[in-house]
T-cell receptor
Framework: QKEVEQNSGPLSVPEGAIASLNCTYS??????FFWYRQYSGKSPELIMS????GDKEDGRFTAQLNKASQYVSLLIRDSQPSDSATYLC????????????FGKGTHLIIQP | DAGVTQSPTHLIKTRGQQVTLRCSPK?????VSWYQQALGQGPQFIFQ???????QRGNFPDRFSGHQFPNYSSELNVNALLLGDSALYLC?????????FGPGTRLTVL
């Protein structure tokens, strides 16, 4: 059974600080990892993908992957109130011929 | 460039009825996946279509079926609706690994 675990939160972070979101997964065969942002009442929006160990940076977002520890994280620098949303971690087992397995999401609140 | 589109936006049905949801993928994408998202949960994978065939299926009963057309658009059909089928139904299109979601269809079963 493939599982993806996230702390549901809410995680409250002051504006301008770094928000750190964490995710663990159970299937060692997982190859691809994604972070989606979902605003209330909206659909998930892809913000980061990561495929190999280490860090990947895109603007204020940094994704970190450690396959040995089966751990993925997302850092948001200079957090803004518009970053307040639910962040979903998703894992893909194979090369695309599979569905994403999602965690339940972490609710992030950026306090002005 | 239009993204993933879904119709209808909202739908209300009664138990036992059947429903069809539609999805048009992003331009250049050939794979469509369907997900069910209950309130407060992450999306759950229903199935994936590629080259007009069901390629992978999640843990959903046969009441859930689908189709992909030659233009890559797709339909999700749900028969014998149950109250528990009330959820946001999401379609995602992809060319390889990255999946992009449409706005979803909110289904309410009364």
């Amino acid at each position: 059974q493939k599982e993806v675990e996230q702390n549901s939160g809410p995680l409250s972070v002051p504006e301008g600080a770094i928000a750190s979101l964490n995710c663990t997964y159970s299937d060692r065969g997982s190859q691809s990892f994604f972070w989606y942002r979902q605003y209330s009442g909206k659909s998930p929006e892809l913000i980061m993908s990561i495929y190999s160990n280490g860090d990947k940076e895109d603007g204020r977002f940094t994704a970190q992957l450690n396959k040995a520890s089966q751990y993925v994280s997302l850092l948001i620098r200079d957090s803004q109130p518009s970053d307040s949303a639910t962040y979903l971690c998703a894992v893909l087992l194979g090369g695309g011929a599979d569905g994403l397995t999602f965690g339940k999401g972490t609710h992030l609140i950026i306090q002005p | 460039d239009a993204g993933v589109t879904q119709s209808p936006t909202h739908l209300i049905k009664t138990r036992g009825q059947q429903v069809t949801l539609r999805c048009s993928p992003k331009s250049g994408h050939d794979t469509v996946s369907w997900y069910q998202q209950a309130l407060g949960q992450g999306p759950q994978f229903i199935f994936q279509y590629y080259e007009e065939e069901e390629r992978q299926r999640g843990n959903f009963p046969d009441r859930f079926s689908g189709h992909q057309f030659p233009n890559y658009s797709s339909e999700l059909n749900v028969n014998a609706l149950l109250l528990g089928d009330s959820a946001l139904y999401l379609c995602a299109s992809s060319y390889y690994n990255e999946q992009f979601f449409g706005p979803g269809t909110r289904l309410t079963v009364l």
